[in-house]
């Protein structure tokens, strides 16, 4: 019996609670929303691909020895001219090696008059005249292949340019191959960047493209162009060297080349105009019209194409894109305008 009381007592508290509780007061039912859909439209527009100016002379200048820095004349920014020394290395072991050397030079070229006026007094033989030569010829290349080390540690600059990078600094030591200076020629300079082959497709060196840099515009022509190049994103690369509006441009800065065949990828054939968009913080994206409601769809959109945004994920060209979407909502019910 005990069993059933408790039972009874905890089914009347809850009947108790139960008829205690008041019900919430049903929401407003949402008005649906009158809206309007965006026109359909491809892309016809050229596209746009990313690019990097940099000048067309640029080096990494290294020395093919192991020795100690002795000096570097030059600093970042700095302007040099052509056969300008840039950083001079510790030359003490070769400047000794290059005095023994030109007193071999002497020593083999006195053996070899000798040997060459007893020669001609039929002492020598042909034999011994033609080792002299051979002893003056070795004693030549020993000289000229350390007077070619000490020119290795001597660093001059190879075209007239602005130096961009210092690697070392005085009293380092530096080993064969090791990058000591970077340099930028100047004048000239041009755009690098990658293309697919859509993209590429109908481009030719020598064709003139459009640019935008920095808030500037010109046009630069093709100078390079390879397809393919890369086996993992099969773009390859292009080069353009700017003919026109490069004043006030820095090597360095990013732009974008102006290429019809951007728009042949399939990425880029959907557009929405810029009135559509939604934006959450990092996030864009459209409100569809979904049977009878608004649905919020977020997208992968790629470089503006004036008031269009192409569409590279996430939207599929039949379906219907709400234009100016205001204060909707997701799920916000919709009556479609005709």
């Given at each position: 019996?005990k069993?059933?009381?408790?039972?009874?007592?905890?089914?009347?508290?809850?009947?108790?609670?139960?008829?205690?509780?008041?019900?919430?007061?049903?929401?407003?039912?949402?008005?649906?929303?009158?809206?309007?859909?965006?026109?359909?439209?491809?892309s016809?527009?050229?596209?746009?691909?990313?690019?990097?100016?940099?000048?067309t002379?640029?080096?990494?200048?290294?020395?093919?020895?192991?020795?100690?820095?002795?000096?570097?004349?030059?600093?970042?920014?700095?302007?040099?001219?052509?056969?300008?020394?840039?950083?001079?290395?510790?030359?003490?072991?070769?400047?000794?090696?290059?005095?023994?050397?030109?007193?071999?030079?002497?020593?083999?070229?006195?053996?070899?008059?000798?040997?060459?006026?007893?020669?001609?007094?039929?002492?020598?033989?042909?034999a011994?005249?033609?080792?002299?030569?051979?002893q003056?010829?070795?004693?030549?290349?020993?000289?000229?292949?350390?007077?070619a080390?000490?020119?290795?540690?001597q660093?001059?600059?190879?075209?007239?340019?602005?130096?961009?990078?210092?690697?070392?600094?005085?009293?380092?030591?530096?080993?064969?191959?090791?990058?000591?200076?970077?340099?930028?020629?100047?004048?000239?300079?041009?755009?690098?960047?990658?293309?697919?082959?859509?993209?590429?497709?109908g481009?030719?060196?020598?064709?003139?493209?459009?640019?935008?840099?920095?808030?500037?515009?010109?046009?630069?022509?093709?100078?390079?162009?390879?397809t393919?190049?890369?086996?993992?994103?099969?773009?390859?690369?292009?080069?353009?060297?700017?003919?026109?509006?490069?004043?006030?441009?820095?090597?360095?800065?990013?732009?974008?080349?102006?290429?019809?065949?951007?728009?042949?990828?399939?990425?880029?054939?959907?557009?929405?105009?810029?009135?559509?968009?939604?934006?959450?913080?990092?996030?864009?994206?459209?409100?569809?019209?979904?049977?009878?409601?608004?649905?919020?769809?977020?997208?992968s959109?790629?470089?503006?194409?004036?008031?269009?945004?192409?569409?590279?994920?996430?939207?599929?060209?039949?379906?219907?894109?709400?234009d100016?979407?205001g204060?909707?909502?997701?799920?916000?019910p919709?009556?479609?305008?005709?």
């Open positions: 019996m069993p059933i009381l408790f039972l009874s007592s905890v089914t009347l508290v809850l009947a108790g609670l139960a008829c205690g509780r008041q019900e919430p007061a049903m929401a407003a039912a949402v008005p649906p929303a009158t809206v309007r859909l965006v026109h359909e439209e491809s016809s527009q050229p596209g746009w691909v990313a690019v990097t100016l940099n000048a002379q640029r080096a990494t200048l290294a020395t093919r020895l192991a020795a100690s820095v002795k000096k570097v004349h030059v600093t970042e920014g700095q302007q040099v001219a052509a056969g300008a020394l840039l950083v001079s290395l510790s030359d003490e072991d070769l400047q000794s090696g290059r005095k023994a050397a030109e007193t071999a030079v002497a020593t083999a070229a006195t053996q070899l008059h000798r040997m060459e006026k007893l020669a001609s007094q039929d002492a020598a033989t042909q011994e005249l033609d080792m002299a030569q051979v003056l010829a070795q004693a030549k290349a020993s000289l000229a292949g350390v007077q080390n000490i020119g290795y540690t660093i001059r600059a190879p075209f007239a340019g602005v130096v961009q990078t210092r690697r070392v600094n005085d009293g380092d030591f530096v080993g064969p191959g090791m990058p000591l200076i970077d340099m930028e020629g100047q004048g000239a300079m041009e755009f690098t960047g990658s293309v697919s082959e859509a993209e590429a497709e481009l030719k060196i020598g064709q003139s493209l459009p640019f935008e840099a920095d808030g500037k515009s010109g046009m630069a022509q093709i100078t390079g162009l390879a393919g190049g890369d086996p993992v994103s099969h773009r390859g690369t292009i080069r353009a060297r700017v003919t026109r509006g490069l004043e006030g441009l820095r090597s360095g800065v990013f732009g974008r080349l102006q290429v019809p065949g951007a728009t042949a990828s399939a990425s880029q054939d959907l557009t929405i105009p810029k009135s559509a968009l939604v934006r959450r913080g990092e996030l864009n994206g459209v409100f569809l019209a979904k049977d009878g409601k608004a649905e919020l769809r977020w997208l959109l790629g470089e503006a194409q004036g008031d269009r945004l192409p569409v590279r994920a996430g939207l599929a060209a039949a379906e219907q894109v709400i100016a979407p204060d909707l909502r997701d799920g916000q919709i009556e479609v305008r005709k």
